[in-house]
């Protein structure tokens, strides 16, 4: 197994200079002149040209993108036109952010999802089972920077039981930097407080950004419990007297997850390109607004650095989802 | 009293196309020591009477129209869920057609079969060798040590280690004794088998059925074998009831019903007895057209096919008459042809 | 099945026929599917004529009323009206044609480049195959709402280069369907037969393989019309695509951000409409493949 995963990471080296070429490719496709943007509508012909000399882009395009790519390896994403900054270093704080939040939702989509799909099989066809279908369907069809809204209205605004949106209240001082994930950190700083605090902030956007996993997990779930239930073995199982619940809760359970574990892989790099709409609602200072408003300029270098940063941690988490598989399944070789 | 009795059990099947009488007055009684062969062409309904014997029909999609299933005297078909749970696995063992597909995939076959055994040992304490106070963990450890027994008792070598492993690192014949050994380690009385080698390698087969005969000498078991072929009836059981379209049309010990058959049926069945060639269920050279089970006729179901068929025998449907004592055919010209 | 071998074996076009007859049974049989059905037909008549009787055609136009801002929702002004004074019920009405049609030319334009894609790469296979599904497959990795939107910024605004932006990000998903559809259709032995027959490769294509591999595309069409409404939506809603005077729903919602909590039907109503269109075409997409997909039936 070790053997294996060593073998897939190193995969990930094509497809990551696939990645890299692709993005860059399409930025330069793209019409529009970040220099030009980034010198200012003031800018003389001469100022424009020494920025460019400065960033480096008024060389050959292979050149522009053998230094891009020795770059990355060497943790130098480029830096933005704008503000000046290294890629690199934004994404160390933003991205963090953002796992944070797609985790938060994952676990949660999951933990409701599954159970919810098992009972939602085992009713098939009636009134559960129509209903967790029903609201599935509606949840998944539920947009959700509208979902973000509603919920802002109702416990942010009205209950006011929430913080509005961020990520820490500005004046307070957040737990010290470990993981960048401020609910471990402030565990690991042992501050309660600011444990809650972070949670708080947490659960809005969690919350708005689960539904739709949670839903299309419950669906996966329901129909491949559906597909289980019909095999023989769970008729020898039954015909041996194993009882309705050891059947379905460890039985049938352990074989309709790992179906269903494919959608949940597929998902983590679904909702991290989807943030944005979250993130936007909550002012969750993430790699979605900060893709936003690097797009809204455009200033192509965070644009290439978030893409691929998102595009690594979902060939990362289909890793992670086919190990799991493994586990699961003892008829998988890792060879 | 019979260890089982089934009394004019009605069937009906729903289905896209309307629902179907699938079995009509299903008579069958099996006596303590009894080894039953239920021989009959596809879809005459031989799996859906085993699986009514352990409730297992799902209803819907089916319903009992009537009859009765009588285990030790005790009607089955009006027991309640947690009786029929404490029956199954303990009382009553089944085995199924294919064992590559009746195994759970993703378990070790010893955490099944320990399940089977905790759940057979908490309805009676004695299969485990405990008595009611036992602690959990005693009961799985004398569950597990139940299962390697009961895998060395099927011929599994090197059982001690073998419990441990998943079912795909187990060939076919192999696979069918771990669910031979998962439906006797609860010493049930009564056993169910539906082809239980119908999906075995020829070679394999015979090894199998030596190993049910063995076991079932040993303990003593009473046996209902689902079956395409004669010649395991004719090799292993003490009697057989012969099924066409949802019924039983002749029923007896072996020896009186196969050197004197009673029923057109059953000498046609036994004209082709199968070779090689012929595809499994399939009856050769038997002309005709099984009738719908929707719209079934009100006379012998089986007068379609029947080169003696009168008029007679489209009245209503012939009973069962007694040839000679135990065995019954249901025919209306019976000792006649 | 025993009344199987009573009827004896039908034709093809009889069991092609009773397969459509069950599906439509079941469909019939599925309250969700009609309740889609409904909600579909009625959002595309009021995609057709609600643009012509809305109360006040004038705001759609990008007419403002200062005096009536921020009127709550009452009998005169159903949807109340927002910070210009604009009548919200006639703006989302207005805005159901463009979600639609901009939701419509999304999944035909990434239908057709996704289909030449993957009927090239069926096709030739090899190293063609190859390279094109790399090329797919890349793309599949790539985050598809910030290539829509990075896009659709570049080019500049307005629903035309949105909608090709978005369309841009949602090919590959047709290409890997048409691929897989068209390597089994190759083998098939109508087209070894016109290939005997020495036709070229894009007649065979055209005249022999996609009209039999058209079905499934329409299907993927029409599951996929709900997800294109919602994200033509979402950029509308992060602010890249259209100008404000277009009446998009994203739009409209993300302007009405701004007065929450007190003025929120003017958040409130785009976003239902967002949300009713998108589910409606979900139920009806989940109830055809319910029909032409038996399997995933139950
Ligand atoms: N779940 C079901 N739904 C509808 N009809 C069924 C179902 N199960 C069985 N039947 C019908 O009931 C009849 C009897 O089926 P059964 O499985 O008992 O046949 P069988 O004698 O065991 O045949 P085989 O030799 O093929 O195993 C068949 O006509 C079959 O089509
Ligand atoms: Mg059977």
Known sequence: MLIYTVRRLLLLIPVLVGLSLLVFTISHLLPGDPVKLAAGPQATQAEIQSLARELGTDRPLPAQYWSYATGLVKGDWGQSVLTRRPVWDDLKIYLPATLELVIAAMVLAVAIGLPAGLVSAVYANRWPDYLSRTLSLAAISMPRFFLGLLLQLAFAMWLLWLPLGGRFPIIDEPPPFVTGFLTIDALVAGDLGAFATALKHLALPAAAMCLSPLATITRMMRASTLEVLQQDYVLTERALGLSQRLILFKYVFKNALSATLTVIGLYVGWLLGGTVLVETVFDWPGIGLYATKAIVTQDFMPVMGVTLAIGVVFILSNLVVDLAYGLLNPRVRYE | ?337 | MSAAVETGPRNALSSRWQNWRRGAYRFRQSTLSIVGLVIVALLIAVALVGPYVVPHPEHVAGGVSTAMRFRPPSAQFWFGTNELGQDVFSLVVAGSRISLLAGLAVVVIAAIFGTLIGAVAGYFGRWVDEALMRFTDLMLTLPSLILAMAIAAALGPGIGNMVFAIAMSWWPGFARLVRGEVMAKKEEVFVQAARALGAGAPRILMRHILPNVISPIIVKMSLDMGFAILTVASLGFVGIGVKPPTPEWGSLLSLARGYMPDYWWTAIFPGMAIFLAVFGFNLLGDGLRDVLDPKARR
């Not at chain 2, 394999?204 to 303990?219: P, T």
């Open chain 2, 1 to 337: 009293m019979a260890l089982l009795e089934i009394r004019n059990l009605h069937l009906a099947m729903r289905s896209f196309e309307g629902e179907a009488h699938v079995l009509n007055g299903i008579d069958l009684k099996v006596d303590t020591g009894e080894i039953w062969g239920v021989v009959g062409e596809t879809g005459c309904g031989k799996s859906l009477t085993g699986l009514s014997i352990s409730r297992l029909v799902p209803t819907p999609p089916a319903r009992y129209l009537a009859g009765e299933i009588l285990f030790e005297g005790r009607d089955l078909l009006a027991a309640s869920e947690a009786e029929m749970r404490a029956l199954r696995g303990r009382r009553i063992g089944m085995i199924f057609q294919d064992p590559t597909t009746n195994l759970n995939p993703v378990f070790r076959i010893g955490d099944q079969m320990v399940d089977v055994a905790l759940h057979a040992g908490h309805a009676d304490p004695a299969v485990l060798g405990l008595d009611r106070r036992a602690s959990g963990r005693a009961r799985r450890k004398a569950a597990r040590a139940l299962a390697v027994r009961m895998l060395e008792r099927v011929g599994i070598p090197d059982a001690a280690r073998r419990v441990d492993d998943y079912p795909h690192q187990f060939s076919g014949g192999m696979r069918q004794r771990v669910l031979i050994a998962m439906a006797l380690i609860g010493k049930p009385d009564l056993l169910i088998a539906d082809e239980p080698t119908t999906a075995l390698d020829v070679s394999v087969q015979a090894q199998i059925l030596r190993l049910i005969h063995d076991l079932v000498v040993e303990d003593g078991l009473t046996v209902v074998m689902i079956t395409h072929n004669l010649g395991v009836v004719a090799q292993l059981c003490t009697h057989v009831a012969v099924m066409y379209a949802g019924n039983i049309v002749e029923a007896g010990p072996v020896r009186p019903v196969f050197k004197n058959p009673g029923h057109p049926y059953t000498r046609a069945l036994m004209a082709a007895v199968p070779t090689a060639g012929t595809k499994r269920g399939e009856l050769a050279g038997l002309p005709g057209i099984v009738p719908s089970l929707f719209k079934p006729p009100p006379g012998c179901r089986f007068a379609t096919r029947c080169a003696h068929a009168t008029a007679a025998c489209d009245l209503g449907a012939p009973a069962m008459r007694e040839l000679s004592p135990g065995h019954s055919v249901a025919c209306v010209l019976a000792g006649e042809i």
